[in-house]
């Protein structure tokens, strides 16, 4: 499993010409379509309000300084896909699948991964507020040196995840599925619901000590002095 992990570190790209790929890419042209099949696409400094394209393909791709407001991306397909400041407020990602990809220093606000699958990722210096991941599947993710605010996990089933200088706040994990899960590299970690979920999980001390008074009040344990 940590070998794993060394490996998706090492296939993730820190800038756009580490890509293995970068000398292929094309400027999108147009309007992004539904099912679409976009490969080497650079799309860059674009803003897309209401967007569908729902069951597109994008592999090998890159969107860098782009702003998507809204509209719809259910069912697509993300396959070795960098993303660079890039905004997301309400888009839905319902039902898509990411695989092999990086997105860095991205803001996403309201946005619907509910029953997506997502493989091999890497998140990096990442702003997710109030993001929903109900039902999805997450496995050999990572979440660096990012903000997780008031984001639902329930029924969401997550494996090998780390998320290493992390901050994660008003986190629901109810009903969830845990196995493998590293929280122990989080600079802060408040789970607002679902703390029994966190069978599967690994934490620290300190992290044990300050959710203790949650998980007495999850038990009807009065803690009094």
């Known amino acids: 499993m940590t070998d794993n992990r060394d490996e998706l570190e090492e296939r993730m790209a820190r800038e756009l010409h580490d890509l293995p790929y970068a000398q292929y890419l094309v400027a999108s042209e147009g309007d992004l379509e539904p099912e679409g099949d976009y490969d080497c696409v650079r799309v860059d ?7 569908d394209v729902q069951n597109a393909r994008f592999s090998q791709s890159v969107f860098t300084s782009t702003v998507i407001t809204g509209g719809s991306m259910r069912y697509t397909r993300f396959a070795d896909v960098w993303l660079r400041n890039v905004r997301w407020v309400g888009t839905e990602l319902a039902d898509t699948v990411w695989m092999d990809g990086e997105l860095v220093s991205a803001a996403l606000s309201g946005v619907d991964f509910g029953g997506a699958n997502l493989r091999r990722m890497r ?5 997710f507020d109030s993001v929903t991941f109900r039902a999805a599947r997450l496995r050999e993710v990572s979440f660096i040196d990012c903000v997780l605010c008031d984001c639902d996990f329930g029924d969401a089933a997550l494996t090998e ?11 629901s994990l109810h009903k969830a599925r845990l196995s493998d899960v590293d929280l122990r590299g989080a600079s802060t970690l408040d789970i607002s619901g679902g703390l029994d979920s966190l069978r599967g999980a690994t934490i620290s001390t300190i992290q044990l000590i300050d959710l203790a008074p949650a998980f007495a009040r999850t038990v009807g344990i009065t803690v009094t002095d």
Do not use: A, H, N, Q
């Not at 400094?45 to 967007?51: A, H, T």
């Not at 998140?123 to 702003?127: D, L, N, S």
């Open 45 to 51: 400094g674009g803003r897309f309000d209401e967007l």
């Open 123 to 127: 998140f990096e210096g990442c702003k």
């Open 161 to 171: 995840i780390t998320v290493p200088g992390s901050r994660l706040g008003g986190l």
